[in-house]
């Protein structure tokens, strides 16, 4: 964050609360913790409500207004939360560090897959309260990036690969993608791989594992294959079964970051397949239902100007 001169005081997001907790917030639950008792029998309610929600998230905001929706606009409704502000995780987060402040959007950036995963009840809300989301997708500009001839790479370390370099042009999938694939600028990928950091033996095991030609459970019942899908961690799928070098799994590493908040050694290759990483084509595994595929497919370009706390403030308004 920049003050361009002003005032340290002048910070309008503070006026408006718009951070994410505070200390207060976690005051009685630490109380509660530390073994401290409250006593509430003694206390005798001095109003009456139609209807009482705990919780200031979108859920219990949400609720409220199914609520009205339902019984009248008339009903007196009461929202409790332990924050001083609404929103639950859908507020603006923000972070004090020592060489400045990091702020972020509240709650998720984006509406994930809203056309293959929104219930009719969520799509009732989001036109409730003013959401279009044909209408944010028609205000990004998923060329921004192919128009200026950019694409996709990856970034290696002098630390980890002995030298700083930045390799261009990758052709693989994400999860969610916002750059739709025929405008990637992409490379073919034996091209992309020869062009690492790595030893030749690494890129062309890299460049095997890519072509996904191989069944890496052969010999395995589909059930057997199903289970080990389930309960194998794409990092050592990656190290057990493909037999990478632990210099050709650097690769991928942070690559479901981003996504999933998990590295590959949490992610399992149930999940690994989904977001598009290589290994399963060859495996005979059960193809994905239709409903899994466009959730993947969907491009993530539905963003409200402050995230999900968007939502929230759209609910409070309604």
């Given at each position: 964050m920049q003050n361009f001169g002003l005032d340290s005081s002048y910070y309008p997001p503070k006026w408006l609360g718009l951070?994410?907790?505070n200390d207060k917030s976690y005051e009685f639950a630490h109380t509660l913790r530390d073994g401290e008792k409250f006593e509430f029998s003694a206390l005798k309610p001095k109003e009456e409500y139609d209807l009482v929600v705990v919780g200031?998230?979108?859920?219990g905001l949400s609720g409220a207004l199914f609520y009205q929706n339902k019984f009248g606009k008339d009903k007196k409704i009461l929202i409790l939360d332990n924050?001083?502000?609404?929103?639950?995780?859908a507020r603006r987060n923000k972070f004090q560090l020592k060489n400045g402040t990091i702020l972020s959007y509240g709650g998720s950036e984006s509406f994930q897959s809203p056309k293959a995963l929104y219930?009719?009840?969520?799509?009732?809300?989001l036109e409730q309260i003013g959401i279009n989301v044909d209408s944010l997708a028609k205000r990004f500009d998923v060329n921004f990036y192919p128009d200026l001839?950019?694409?996709?790479?990856a970034y290696f370390s002098k630390s980890e690969f002995g030298i700083d370099k930045v390799v261009s042009g990758n052709p693989g999938s994400v999860l969610s993608d916002e750059v739709p694939k025929d405008k990637l600028n992409a490379r073919d990928i034996q091209s992309f791989i020869n062009d690492f950091p790595m030893s030749k033996k690494d890129r062309e095991d890299l460049i095997e594992l890519f072509q996904d030609n191989q069944d890496y459970f052969a010999g395995k019942s589909l059930k057997e294959k199903e289970k080990l899908m389930a309960k194998t961690s794409y990092k050592d799928f990656l190290k057990n079964y493909v037999k990478l070098s632990d210099e050709a799994i650097?690769?991928?590493e942070g690559t479901t970051d981003e996504f999933m908040a998990l590295g590959i050694d949490a992610v399992s290759c149930d999940d690994a397949r989904a977001a598009f990483l290589p290994g399963f084509d060859s495996m005979g595994l059960e193809p994905l239902d239709e409903e899994s595929l466009a959730e993947m497919e969907e491009p993530y370009i539905y963003h409200c100007a402050d995230g999900n706390a968007t939502v929230a403030r759209l609910i409070v308004k309604k």
């Open positions: 951070r994410g907790s200031a998230g979108i859920s924050h001083d502000d609404f929103g639950g995780h219930s009719k009840e969520v799509n009732s809300l001839k950019l694409s996709r790479g650097k690769f991928f």
